[in-house]
């Protein structure tokens, strides 16, 4: 975190990777709706469908290429809602991936980078599905060697506490601690921080004890909170090492949602700036 804004936003400095598992979407026929399964449906079923990002980049795509009505979406829902994952603006850019593919559209199509855009600050990013620097409003994005990273055993760990965004940065001492450095991401993060760790950890202290629990795993070589929280993540050395931190994670919390993962190869050359 470098400073707030007078849009209403923050200059940021992350570092964009994506796991290997996640929600799933899929084009249905029939009219335009929102069709909702897996083990988070109940809270989306709870919000207004046209409100979702997913419909929201549907219809927006819609009008970007004139075609009337999106198509009906099904959206099985495996990550936890406002769990600093990203899950919402990687569901929004995965329905515009869809439909750029059925209908032969560019991903690097300006007009669709500026729907992304206007989606939401982390749209782009996950548009382009490729490791990333964000700078900015953390939407000017450049492309990042993951080198070694790439495959790298994951655990995502999140208490079971939904933890909306905004009261986050706003809790934010507004304090610049400095630049992320460049080079190897994995280096630059773990000269790094969170700047939203403390913030996020006085509004939800279990965040600590999530942190602590992974970092203490055998072979974890970066444990950190994601995003504006709650969820918490660890890289390992090791499946074994990876699978054996999930079954420690299982035994001592057993309410606290897990995912085994690992970080995902680059899918696309090139990111949109």
Known sequence: MRRRRADGYHDIETIFV?????????MLPGPARLVLAGPFADRLEREDPDGNLVMRAARGFATMTGRGEPPAIRLDKRLPVAAGIGGGSADAAAVLRLLARHYEVDLRDPLLVTLARSLGADVPACLASAPARGDGRGDSLAAIDIGALAGRPLLLVNPGVALATPPVFAAWDGV???????????AAALAGRNDLEPPARALCPVIGDAV???????GAALARMSGSGATCFALF?????????????AAARPGWWRLAARLRQPTL???AS
């Open 18 to 26: 994506f796991a290997d598992d996640g929600d799933r979407l899929e």
């Open 176 to 186: 610049d601690r400095g630049a992320l450095a460049g080079g190897d991401p994995l």
């Open 212 to 218: 602590g629990m992974l970092a203490a795993q055998p």
């Open 237 to 249: 050395d090791s499946v074994e090492a990876r699978d054996a931190a999930d079954r420690h994670v």
């Open 269 to 271: 050359a090139t990111v």
